[in-house]
C-alpha cells in the first residue's frame, strides 16, 4: 500500500511529511524504506516535503505564471526593489524640509583642524545642515566668498570628509549653479554656508535630487526620441569660461558663469577648434539663466590670413529655463568666409546676471534620411511638431492654393508656349524653348573659378565645367534652339543679406542684367542659413522676382532650389513663386550623400589645369547630383 501511495504522489508532487508518516506506517519496513527514498533531497515547510517551482513540470509552471517564471520571497520582485528610483525623488522631499526650519542668518560653519564648528555672528552669510544618506547625491545652488567651504561633509563627530564648492582665493565670490556633489560613506551631516542670499525661497534650492541627470541617461539610447549626439563634434566637457572669474564646472552637471559690470559678455567657449564640411552642424545648449539675452555664435578662423570673425547662430531670452538648437553652416563659411576651424561661444549680450549650462553638443548631422527633410528636428518632439505645423498651413492653404504655372499652349510646329499675364494686363506668350537666356546661382553654379582665372566659373563641386547643372541645362537648351544666348550671374550676396537695405541694393545694382530675357532660373536659397537672412530673404525675394518680371515681361521665371534645405526657405520660395507668377522647381531630395562629391576627387578647370576638392566642399553636388538638377530643371521646362 505505501508503495502505492507514493507512487500516486510522486509524479505530481514531492511527498510532504505527513504522506510520508503515512507511507510509513501502512506499510511496514517496505513503506519506510519506499518513504525513505521519497524524501530524499526534498525539504518542506517543516524541512521536507515542500513543493518548489523547480519540483513542478513545465506545462505546470507555463500554465501558473504565463510563461514567466516569478520569484517570491526574500529574493523576490518588490515594489521596492522596482521602484527605488521613483522612491528616491519623495524621500527628498522630506530632506527640503530642512530649509524652513533650520536657516540660520549671520551665521557659517567653518573648517578647523579637521573638524567643522560653528561661528555665530558672521555679518551676510547664512547657515543651515540636515542629516544626509551616504552615497546620496545632491546639487547645489550657492554663492560664497573666499575660502569659506559653500558645503562641508562631516561624520557624527563632525569630522570632515569632504568639502565643496571653496572659492580657492581670499575675497573671491563665486556663483554656484547646479554643481553634483555626491555624499562619501560615514557622513552623517551636511553644512551648508552661503553668502549674500538668505531668502528661504533661495536657500530651498540649494539641496535638490539630481533627477535629470538620471533622466538623460535613461534617453541617451532612445535614438528615435532624440540623436542630438550623433557624429559628436564637441560636448559640454570641452567648454571654458571667458571674461569671468564667476565660474563652476561639474562634470556630469554643467557649468555656470556670471556676467558682470566689468564684463557684460562673459560666457563659455570650446577649446577646441572644430572643422566640419556640413551645412547642417547642430549647436544644442539647455541651461537655466536670468540674462537679458544670450547670443550662440561661431568663432570662424580665416584660412588665408589666421584672422577671426563672429557669425551669430542665435540670440534668445532664456527666461529661466530653456533649450536652443542653432545650425551652422559650416559649408558656407568654408566657401564663402574662408574658414579653417570654428569654435561655439554662448554669451551675455550685456549686463550682469547668470547662466548655468547644463547640456552641449555640437554635431553633425548627415543629410541622408529624414535629417535631409526640411522638417527635421533633433528630437521626436521638435519633428512631430514641424510635421503638425505644415499640415495646419496646407489645411488652410489648399482651397486657395495656385500655381506659378500659366496656361500651355501648342503651336502648330509643335513648339510649346506659355500665356502670363502682365500687371497691366497685357498678355505674354512665352516660348518654352527660350532664346535669351540669364542663369543665376550661388556655389553650386559658380563655386569655382570665380575669378576666372582658369577659363570661366561652374558649379562646385562638379568634376569639370561641363559637369555642372547650368552647362548641362544650357547644352539642352542649344540641342532645341542652336541660337540660344545665355549669361550667367553670382547671387550668394543677394542670399546672404541681413537687411531690407543690402537685398535692395543687389537687386537695384544688378536689374540691368535681367532685361529681354525670356527665361531667368534663379537657383538660389543655399546660403540663406540664419534667423536674420531667412526674414531678409523671405521679404526680399518677391522683389527680386517682380524686378526680373518688370525688366522682362516675357520671361519665364523659375526658382530653383534649394540644395541645402531649410523649412523656411521652402516656404519663402513657394511663396514668391504662387505670389509672382514665378515657377519652383525643387532639388532638396536630391541633396543625399550618393549625389553628393568625393573626397579626394579631382576637379579641373576649363584650361586643363586641376585641384584636388576640398573636404569642406564635397556637401556641394557631384557629377551625379549636378546630371539630376539639369534633368530636372530641363523635364520642368518642356521643350
Known amino acids: 500500500m505505501s508503495e502505492q501511495i507514493i507512487d500516486l504522489t510522486e509524479p505530481v508532487m514531492p511527498a510532504s511529511s505527513e504522506t510520508v508518516s503515512e507511507a510509513r506506517s501502512a506499510g511496514g519496513a517496505a513503506g519506510r524504506a519506499a518513504a525513505q527514498a521519497v524524501v530524499g533531497g526534498k525539504v518542506d515547510k517543516d524541512g521536507v516535503g515542500q513543493v518548489s517551482m523547480a519540483n513542478l513540470a513545465s506545462d505546470v509552471r507555463k500554465a501558473m505564471t504565463g510563461g514567466s517564471v516569478a520569484v517570491v520571497g526574500e529574493d523576490g520582485v518588490s515594489w521596492p526593489q522596482l521602484a527605488a528610483d521613483l522612491r528616491r525623488p519623495m524621500e527628498s522631499i522630506a530632506g527640503m524640509i530642512w530649509n524652513q526650519r533650520n536657516v540660520d542668518t549671520n551665521d557659517a560653519w567653518s573648517v578647523n583642524s579637521g573638524t567643522v564648528t560653528y561661528t555665530s555672528n558672521t555679518a551676510g552669510w547664512s547657515a543651515a545642515n540636515m542629516d544626509v544618506t551616504a552615497g546620496t547625491v545632491l546639487v547645489v545652488r550657492l554663492r560664497t566668498v573666499g575660502k569659506t567651504p559653500g558645503i562641508i561633509m562631516a561624520d557624527r563627530d563632525f569630522k570632515i570628509l569632504g568639502t565643496a564648492c571653496v572659492a580657492g582665493e581670499d575675497g573671491k565670490t563665486v556663483v554656484w549653479q547646479d554643481t553634483r556633489v555626491t555624499i562619501p560613506s560615514g557622513t552623517a551631516h551636511v553644512m551648508v554656508n552661503m553668502h549674500g542670499a538668505a531668502t528661504l525661497s533661495q536657500v530651498v534650492r540649494l539641496l535638490a535630487p539630481d533627477m535629470s541627470a538620471p533622466h538623460r541617461e535613461w534617453t541617451a539610447n532612445w535614438d528615435h526620441l532624440t540623436d542630438t549626439r550623433d557624429n559628436l563634434l564637441a560636448g559640454i566637457d570641452d567648454l571654458r569660461p571667458f571674461l569671468t572669474d564667476f565660474i563652476q564646472y561639474s562634470q556630469d552637471h554643467g557649468f555656470a558663469f556670471q556676467a558682470t559690470g566689468t564684463y557684460p ?236 537695405d543690402a537685398s535692395d541694393k543687389w ?24 534667423a536674420t537672412r531667412r526674414t531678409v530673404f523671405a521679404a526680399g525675394l518677391p522683389r527680386l522676382v517682380r524686378a526680373m518680371r518688370a525688366a522682362s515681361p516675357g520671361a519665364r521665371i523659375i526658382l530653383l532650389g534649394v540644395w541645402f534645405a531649410h523649412a523656411d526657405t521652402i516656404r519663402a520660395l513657394e511663396d514668391a513663386a504662387s505670389s509672382c507668377g514665378a515657377e519652383l522647381v525643387r532639388i532638396d531630395d536630391l541633396a543625399v550623400s550618393a549625389n553628393m562629391g568625393v573626397k579626394g576627387q579631382t576637379i579641373t578647370y576649363q584650361d586643363g589645369s586641376s585641384i584636388t576638392a576640398m573636404d569642406n566642399w564635397i556637401t556641394h553636388p557631384g557629377d551625379r547630383g549636378m546630371r539630376l538638377i539639369a534633368e530636372r530643371l530641363v523635364a520642368a521646362l518642356d521643350m
Not at 457 to 486: E, H, M, V, Y
Not at 507 to 530: C, H, P, S, T, Y
Open 507 to 530: 537687386i537695384e545694382d544688378n536689374k540691368a542684367r535681367f532685361a529681354g530675357r525670356d527665361l531667368i532660373v534663379l537657383q538660389i536659397g543655399d546660403n540663406v542659413n540664419n
Open 265 to 500: 559678455n562673459a560666457g563659455l567657449l570650446t577649446n577646441t577648434r572644430m572643422t566640419s564640411a556640413s551645412n547642417r552642424v547642430l549647436v544644442h545648449v539647455e541651461g537655466d539663466s536670468d540674462l537679458e539675452s544670450v547670443n550662440i555664435q561661431a568663432e570662424i578662423t580665416h584660412k588665408t590670413d589666421g584672422g577671426v570673425e563672429y557669425m551669430l547662430l542665435d540670440r534668445f531670452k532664456p527666461d529661466g529655463n530653456f533649450s536652443r538648437d542653432a545650425w551652422f553652416d559650416a559649408s558656407n563659411a568654408a566657401v564663402y568666409h574662408d574658414m579653417a576651424s570654428f569654435r561655439i561661444l554662448i554669451q551675455s549680450t550685456n549686463g550682469a546676471g547668470w547662466c548655468a549650462i547644463t547640456a552641449f553638443d555640437v554635431s553633425e548631422k548627415p543629410l541622408d534620411g529624414v535629417r535631409n527633410n526640411t522638417l527635421y528636428a533633433p528630437t521626436l518632439t521638435g519633428t512631430l511638431g514641424n510635421v503638425f505645423a505644415r499640415l495646419d498651413e496646407h489645411d488652410k492653404t489648399l482651397s486657395s492654393m495656385t500655381s506659378g504655372a500659366s496656361t500651355v499652349l501648342t503651336a502648330p510646329s509643335g513648339g510649346r508656349w506659355s500665356l502670363a499675364v502682365g500687371d497691366d494686363g497685357t498678355l505674354h506668350a512665352i516660348p518654352h524653348t527660350p532664346s535669351n537666356v540669364l542663369m543665376l546661382g550661388n556655389s553650386i553654379t559658380l563655386g569655382l573659378d570665380t575669378n576666372n582665372g582658369h577659363g570661366g566659373a561652374f558649379g562646385l563641386c562638379a568634376s569639370t565645367p561641363d559637369n555642372d547643372w547650368c552647362n548641362q541645362a544650357i547644352k539642352a537648351i542649344r540641342a532645341k534652339n542652336p541660337r540660344a544666348k545665355a549669361d550667367k550671374l553670382h547671387c550668394a550676396a543677394f542670399e546672404q543679406a541681413e537687411s531690407a
